[in-house]
């Protein structure tokens, strides 16, 4: 890329700026159109049926009287797949539609298209499928032992058994460190499946063009990638599937994969009319894959001093019935198993795996979430037996640039490890709650603070920035500037998606700050243009944005040092396209896991103070303060958005978001049993911004969007048995977890807690706060 400095013309909107989004006030008042929102002239409705087994065999499939029922235009099987009858981002292993079997609940098995929505619904009544059920494999470690169904019995990858992949990385030497710790700790951690919980349910419209191709506005998180599997299911070449993003309803990795997009353009181009394709909720949690559960061990060595000598780790990762990107989640998962420390000696393995539950993939974080839930549950662990504050635990191994990472590869960008903690542990505490709305159980009123415990939680959370492991990752921008009303105008034109991160306000402001123009108008994204990639781990700023401001900084060198009105009155409209690509990375060895894979690494890290109601597990958050390293904020207001989402998602995943599955079945489909966070349950998010500019990025800038998930889980839940004593080894954390503290408690919560334990200081962690009429002791 050229070095040439960014205009000198100042511009008001432009990097570093808080600019206002295009979309937020259309956003706030209903206004903003999403996927759903789609509509066309003679538009039909489609709509899927899917099998109610997360196992079995399709004896016979009979569509006649869904075919007759009026308004009904199609109904279509894999016998009406034109192109190859398999898709996948990673490995093309999952049926556009099930021909012989199905396995997972949700699998689609037809299509219907019918002139109302209605009444398409009424025909997937209608057509007769006959199942022979099948054992269904649901246990994870049954998959890595052998033991049960293959959920593939011919694999694509032409390997055969329910592992997916194992992941071995062997760093050090173990045996001596082993030898050489004085003190040793291990503990078993699980993760539930949490959902991506995004409020757009899966959904696009579909457009036959006449001529034998099709076009399709739907909400994505890759448009190329998308149409890449489209144009192999549908036996059609890239000129003849072209792809629109429309609104997006948020992400956060459930848009990665393909759902409506194949199954609305055979509607289509079968019916020669646009199909419109909307999931209802319910649906929804059958149609896009969720984070992979985890069952992780954790070992760890250290002298009595409380240096780390040796992590040893196994992750389990339940990938459900197809690969999606399973293999790629449990490499990230298991390359930061050690955490943001320094170890000498690491052996940790990782596994990923096929069950009949239902598919997982990406979400927010991409296994590093479960992972630093494990490691950052072990050290509170390792601090207790040490006898240490688990705050100086964490600092005494902090990793710094230049640390040696278990595969093998040396930290070269900024690595502010304990900066970050140190901004966390030197904020005042909140003082206690006022009055009973402040308390666990808030509205309901369900407590006057007897019983009441308060916890003080650390964690910090370290992951790659963009893909790694070899992958030639780039980014295409065209900048074209006009003249309008004798005023320079740059359009932006990308297939970056815009998932409610902000790309497209990021754009613009490149833009400004690059040309040193005010008026900039981002083109919808779409695939007229070179592939963006995915707006997914944390990259899209990064790579986008290096390539729009490749492109403008061509214009400018064409444009030299003269005025651009002056030049574009002369030359008339000017455009360049350039293509941004990062670094060259590596993948790691098989054997041992050592490369130097990565690009850039982010570091977050949170403090989580929690107030526990002992007598009716109830909990409340009363403060999630988070300090992260973001290289440069572009805008800075948008990254902390950024920071306050993650978090929020992060809380959820400790404290109520799971999808319950039993013998392969999804019991809550619904916002109504599925809980997220809701305004009532955010507390304050104190953030402190570090801002140590990357050297290999644009501006400086880091990704901000995935670090907020992988500290703020494990905080909270150390903020939990801070205030308990309970190991609570597994979240989500629920109620009923508190049991063993009930039950360790007994008399004393009858008799009166408050006599008992007698005066508490309420900012004291595991000390119970007095009630209103007791002196608040």
Known sequence: MSTIAPASTPVRSGVGASTARPDGRLKVTGDFAYSSDLHAADMVWGATLRSPHPSARIVRLDATAALRLPGVVAVLTHEDVPGRPLYGMKVADQPVLAAELVRYQGEPVALVAADHPETARRALRLIEVEYEQLPALTDPEDAVRGVGPLVHAARVDGRRGNVVRHVRIRHGDLAAARRAADVVVAGTYEVGMQDQAFL???????VPDGEGGVDVFVSTQWLHDDQHQMCGALGLPPDKVRLTLSGVGGAFGGREDVSVQIHAAMLALGTGRPVKMSYHREESFFGHVHRHPARMRFEHGATRDGRILYVKARLLLDGGAYTSTSQVVIANGSYFAAGAYEVPAAEIDGYSVFTNNPPCGAMRGFGAVQSCYGVESNLDKLARELGLEPVELRLRNAMTTGTV?????????PAPAAELLRRLRDRPLPPPPDGPFARPGGLNNTTRGEG?????????????IGFSGGVDDRSVARVRLSLVGGEPVAEVHTAAAECGQGIVTVQAQIARTELGVERVVVLPADTRVGDAGSSSASRITWMSGGAVQGACRRLRER???RPLAEVLAECGPLEEEYEYRHRRTFPVDDERGQGDAHIAFAFAAHRAVVDVDTEL???????????????????????????EGGTAQGLGLALMEELRVDGGRVRNPSFTDYLIPTIADMPPVPI?????PHPDSPYGLNGVGEPPTLSSTPAVANALRDATGLALERVPVRPDDFLDLRDELGDDLRDGFREELGDAPGDEPGRPYGSDDDGGR
């Open 452 to 464: 009441v415990r308060r916890g003080v939680g650390y964690a910090i959370g370290v992951k790659a």
């Open 405 to 413: 990472l278990p595969t093998g590869q040396a930290v070269d960008g």
């Open 559 to 561: 444009a030299g040092d």
């Open 200 to 206: 757009g349910p899966e959904s696009g419209l579909a």
């Open 688 to 692: 402190d911004l570090l801002e140590l």
């Open 617 to 643: 597990g109830l909990v409340k958050v009363v403060e999630l303060a988070t300090a992260q390293d973001v290289g440069k904020a572009l805008n800075p207001l948008a990254v902390e958005g950024q920071i």
